[in-house]
RNA sequence: GGAGCGGUAGUUAAGACGGUUAUAACGCCGGCCUGUCACGCCGGAGGCCGAGGGUUCAAGUCCCUUCCGCUCCGCCA
């Protein structure tokens, strides 16, 4: 069909499109218009057909009448779905009783006088509108006109003007934007890299930056004093709803700097953001939890605020308890609903196996009724742990209270985790509320098992606390990092440090790393050595783009705020990303693979024939 | 590396215990229609039930393998 009517294809020529289909009003009664657009819906009435024409600003609806422009008229009934229009003609109220509230532009229409056809378009394999419901797996091999969508040009553009706030705030307070390199050298702590191979050092690899971090710092170094960058980031990791391989960061670092300075600087940029973006004005400054107090209440690092159902540690209550498993566990940890007496045990198993993704064995749990605790595990408690218990929860009778027993990392994570789950379901989340938060003081180090070494918590940069330089090696369980993440909605959207400026310190980090010196000079040699070069006191943060824009927006994926994102394996659905390169390719970089790709079955679309016609 | 959910016309979905021609809505095509706005009415086309193998007289349905999408655990300094 749009094969018969690209005969009625036409240049531009010298039309000038003069408004776009999102602003026409009442204000412009008589005006001689031109759009530009797509066709959203036509309704072709036989005599009448209405059309309503889509470009990014809105929906504008215009009408080839028989009657006013018979010449225009003519030829209309071959307008179908997506097919490029340039409309010439009038703007006009609609006729009594016909006005469209739901439209911007509902009060007039624009009676065509002439038009264009610029482009047909086959029938697209989804309809163009926000109510559309095609699977994700169509969506991202069709992304060009899942983005013609309203929402995700919204998405888009939201991401936008949140960037250039982001300019506006950091360029007013003197930090300039420097570029560092895509291609760089690959460190092994942290994230697997995606490596790049180097023709001209045949065997050696380039490494994709997994953040800005080193070049940052070296240009602290540099005098560069306040930097900022808006800045791709790649994390050869697996993928979540909220993970993306590459992902942007907004990267930020600062001299002669301590955490007040890079906080209050950050809060500030939130502020300008929030107040340019959403017109909200958020409090200042934000709320600071020490981490040690976010796990104990809330079980997790980076708490959601908005709600309590706040965790109790009730492990010396049930020391010498009956019950075996709540006297023997290193953590016992309860956590009480309000109300949730009237659960279904449904519910309960339910939740039981939520937990149980977290390692738990199952879920202890205790209905207060008004003549006797209701539970599989009463029995074993004394009237003294019942008291305590009691107290410690303070609990009241038509409340219910989840128990976790074991390891802290299982308690914590299944009860931190359990609580967000109830929060959502029992719907008592506040809807448009931002509470942000400043989680602080968190561990240098955290055990690997798998490595049987200390890991850096945050990085192998970060400054231990004042003090802590000694435990760095004597103790590294317990020592504090001078590190901060800003939580958002129970969200890390940000996070950073104060660094090691000292060369002396950064060489007793990568100690206690378990790094001999030579891999440390080898590895990081170039760092320490500008430590050695009269490095400032420096610090800074960097902010998850994406994340942010995702909360901002309420998308519910990572995926929605991103242009082109990968799925969940990472690949392409469009583009067909990645792919198998020639022989030739693979000689010049001096690679030979160990297996062959498999030919991957093609997903049929761009440059097949759509099967519609 | 692991757990779970899903894959049926172009799209979104329904298809009890295995059983006749695999449904519906939207979309598409044709016809009618001068005030619709997710227009309406009438008619029509459209399917290797993700792919491969098996069980069976008989498989969309049961079994095995595999591919794809999503959610989560591990992982993500």
Not at 577 to 582: C, D, E, G, Q, R
Request: contains cysteine.
């Amino acid at each position: 069909m749009q094969q018969e009517h690209q005969k009625y294809i036409t240049d531009l020529g010298q039309w000038q499109r003069s408004h776009s289909c999102g602003e026409l009003t009442l204000a412009n009664d008589g005006q001689e218009i031109c759009l530009m657009g797509w066709v959203q819906y036509r309704r072709d009435h036989g005599g009448l057909i209405f059309v309503d024409l889509r470009d990014r600003m809105g929906l504008t609806q215009v009408v080839f009448s028989p009657d006013a422009a018979p010449k225009a008229h003519e030829n209309a009934h071959i307008l179908r779905s997506e097919y490029v229009l340039a409309i010439k003609g009038k703007v006009r109220p609609r006729p009594e009783g016909m006005i469209n509230p739901n439209m911007i532009t509902g009060q007039i229409e624009v009676v065509a006088t002439e038009w264009k056809l610029l482009n047909t378009s086959k029938t697209p394999p989804f309809a163009i509108e926000d109510r559309c419901d095609a699977g994700e797996n169509l969506r991202l091999a069709w992304r060009y006109l899942d983005l013609r969508r309203p929402r995700m040009q919204a998405n888009l553009r939201l991401r936008h003007k949140v960037a250039q706030s982001v300019r506006h705030y950091l360029d007013n307070a003197d930090f300039v934007e420097v570029e560092t390199p895509i291609l760089t050298k690959s460190t092994p702590e942290g994230a697997r890299d995606f490596l790049v191979p180097s023709r001209l050092n045949s065997g050696e690899f380039y490494a994709l930056p997994q953040s800005p971090q080193i070049f940052k710092q070296l240009l602290m170094v540099a005098g560069m004093d306040r930097y900022f960058q808006i800045v791709r980031c790649f994390r050869d990791e697996d993928l979540r709803a909220d993970r993306q391989p590459e992902f942007t960061q907004v990267d930020i670092e600062m001299s002669f700097a301590d955490e007040e300075t890079v906080m209050g600087m950050a809060e500030g940029l939130m502020a300008r953001v929030f107040k340019d973006v959403m017109g909200i004005d958020i409090a200042l400054p934000f709320p600071r939890m020490p981490w040690d107090e976010a796990m104990a209440r809330y079980g997790v690092d980076k708490p959601d605020t908005r709600f309590g159902l706040e965790l109790v540690n009730i492990t010396e209550i049930v020391r010498g308890s009956g019950f075996k498993l709540f006297a023997t566990a290193p953590l016992v940890k309860g956590m009480k609903v309000p109300g949730g007496e009237g659960m279904t045990r449904k519910e309960i198993d339910a939740f039981t196996e939520f937990v149980k993704i977290y390692g738990a064995q199952g879920l202890a749990w205790i209905k207060i009724k008004a003549d006797e605790w209701q539970s599989p595990i009463a029995k074993f408690l004394s009237d003294e742990e019942r008291k305590g218990i009691a107290e410690a929860l303070d609990l009241k009778v038509g409340d219910i209270v989840f128990f976790q027993a074991g390891e802290p990392g299982m308690v914590n994570a299944a009860l931190g985790n359990l609580r967000v789950h109830l929060a959502h379901q029992l719907h008592i989340i506040p809807e448009d509320s931002f509470n942000f938060l400043w989680v602080t003081d968190f561990p240098l180090f955290e055990y690997n098992d798998e490595e049987k070494r200390y890991v850096a918590c945050h990085h192998p940069f970060t400054a231990p606390a004042t003090g802590h330089m000694d435990l760095m090696t004597t103790d590294p369980a317990r020592a504090r990092a001078r590190a901060y993440d800003m939580v958002l909605n129970g969200s890390e959207v940000g996070g950073g440090s104060i660094r090691i400026h000292s060369g002396e310190v950064q060489r007793r980090m990568f100690e206690a790393l378990g790094f001999t010196p030579e891999q440390a000079e080898s590895q990081f040699g170039f760092l320490i050595q500008a430590l050695e070069q009269g490095a400032p006191p420096h610090g800074g943060l960097a902010f998850g783009l994406d994340r942010l824009i995702m909360l901002l927006s309420g998308a519910s994926s990572i995926r929605d705020v991103i242009a082109f994102p990968k799925t969940q394996k990472a690949t392409c659905l469009m583009t067909d990303a990645p792919s198998p390169v020639a022989a030739k390719q693979l000689r010049e970089l001096g690679l030979r693979l160990r297996e062959q790709p498999g030919d991957k079955p093609k997903t049929g679309k761009p440059g097949e024939e759509a099967k519609t016609e």
